[in-house]
């Protein structure tokens, strides 16, 4: 149904399903010796993207956390 780069970090695709459709976000997030300021930024970013989904979409969230 589309696509929506966030940002070089985060993506968002919806695919449409029966009975419902699918969201996917997918991440590569910074790594924890990152600065305070990007660390706070990809999760604000991510955030505003999961909220964006539909609400009765089904939500699959991957992708390499480095933890």
Known sequence: MGYDPVSDRILRARFKGQPFNVSVIQVYAPS???SEEDLESFYTQLQECIDKIPSQDIRL???????
């Open 32 to 34: 924890a010796d990152s």
């Open 61 to 67: 969230i991957l992708g390499d956390w480095n933890a």
